[in-house]
């Protein structure tokens, strides 16, 4: 009897004690993505697009704007970074003001044009124009739209309205040929959370909310409000 009850307990107790020890609870940090479109400018076809073309006093009252609907967020921000184009970099400026962080600087979301299913854009586009953007937008995306699964994350890009158009037709699923499809705001807010298994989710797509209807411009005409 003896012999019987010691081998049961040699073989119940590492059972009793796996069952007394939890299973790990599933990661559940979402990465969310916060795609800024920069303020308006005046457009100078003589200068050059990257150094020049800041913001004008129309646009650096967007970006303040949105600067303080973040700040009015429930949010803790991990980084603020703006493509090296001076209209981005000058809507980075406001908000990093409002929501005192630094800015950090990435080329790789700077103003370019992918491939569009529209021929009359496509026919001015040179084959390495769109080779270079598409490359920039592929290690854009590896590189920001990436889990992390340990805690909610928040990062902020102010870009531009061509690259957060690709981001979303990718994040969607659709063909990212079809991002000339949407229309865009200025200083507008688009969201796109990476859940932790790193597969995208589109929250938002520009998101003028805090934005005046006389403060705001868009890449088309809104909702049919803007009079052109």
Not at 32 to 39: A, E, T
Not at 99 to 110: A, G, M, R, S, Y
Not at 160 to 166: F, Y
């Amino acid at each position: 009897m003896r012999l019987l009850q010691a081998f049961a307990l040699f073989f119940l107790l590492p059972a009793l004690a796996g069952a007394q020890t939890p299973a790990p609870a599933p990661p559940r940090g979402t990465h969310f993505v916060y795609l800024i479109r920069h303020g308006i400018y005046d457009r100078d076809d003589s200068v050059d697009d990257a150094t020049g073309n800041g913001l004008n006093a129309l646009g650096r009252e967007q970006a303040r704007l949105l600067g303080e609907r973040l700040k009015a967020l429930p949010i803790q921000v991990n980084s603020l970074v703006a493509s090296n184009y001076t209209r981005a970099k000058d809507t980075a400026a406001e908000i990093a003001a409002i929501l005192e962080v630094p800015v950090l600087e990435d080329t790789l979301i700077h103003e370019c044009s992918a491939r569009a299913d529209r021929p009359d854009y496509m026919k001015d586009k040179s084959p390495g124009e769109i080779a270079d953007c598409e490359s920039n937008l592929e290690a854009a995306w590896k590189k920001y739209m990436i889990a992390s699964p340990e805690a909610d994350r928040y990062d902020l890009l102010v870009c531009h309205g061509n690259v957060i158009r690709w981001f979303v037709a990718r994040a969607a699923g659709a063909r990212t040929e079809n991002w000339l499809t949407m229309d865009i705001g200025n200083a507008s807010l688009t969201i796109i959370a990476v859940r932790p298994d790193g597969t995208p989710r589109l929250v938002m797509f520009s998101d003028v909310g805090h934005l005046p209807p006389d403060k705001q411009t868009w890449s088309g005409r809104g909702g049919g409000w803007i009079k052109r």
